[in-house]
């Protein structure tokens, strides 16, 4: 009577075509979560300027003089629902400099390379560059 199984080299050519597309995916998929944190960091610094411009529209264009001024810590109704600078977000981390005269909001991811490639920078009027990071 014969026994029922696989051979050794079966198992092992399953294993090596495991190993090749885990090969394949996990850059792929690497690649993507670098896109989606660059993505969000886009949006947020949106976010954040899109809400210093609406303060100034109600403030006689004076543009806030802190987040602060932006979140529920000063502002009723608030503009914005959080301070993004506060923490690191989805890999990059926000500071937002003001005055009454204008903004500056940036987002640098943590590490470079591996939460994201670029800086991100909005100014007053709204307008978003980017940079290869360092």
């Known amino acids: 009577m014969m026994k029922k199984g696989f051979t050794l080299v079966e198992i092992m050519i399953v294993v090596a075509i495991i190993a090749l597309l885990a090969a394949i995916a996990i850059p792929n998929l690497l690649r993507a979560r ?3 944190n660059e993505a969000s960091a886009q949006a947020t610094l949106r976010t954040i300027s899109t ?8 403030n006689n264009g004076n543009f806030p003089t802190s987040i602060d001024d932006l979140t529920t810590v000063n502002a ?8 993004y600078t506060a923490a690191p977000r989805q890999g990059y981390n926000y500071t937002f400099i003001s005055d009454s005269a204008g903004y500056e909001a940036t ?10 490639n670029h800086d991100f920078n909005v100014t007053t009027g709204g307008v978003l560059v980017s940079a290869a990071c360092s």
């Open 34 to 36: 670098l896109t989606a």
């Open 51 to 58: 809400a210093a411009e609406t303060y100034a529209a109600a």
């Open 76 to 83: 009723t109704p608030p503009y914005l629902n959080e301070d």
């Open 107 to 116: 987002a640098a991811p943590l590490e470079c390379g591996s939460t994201g």
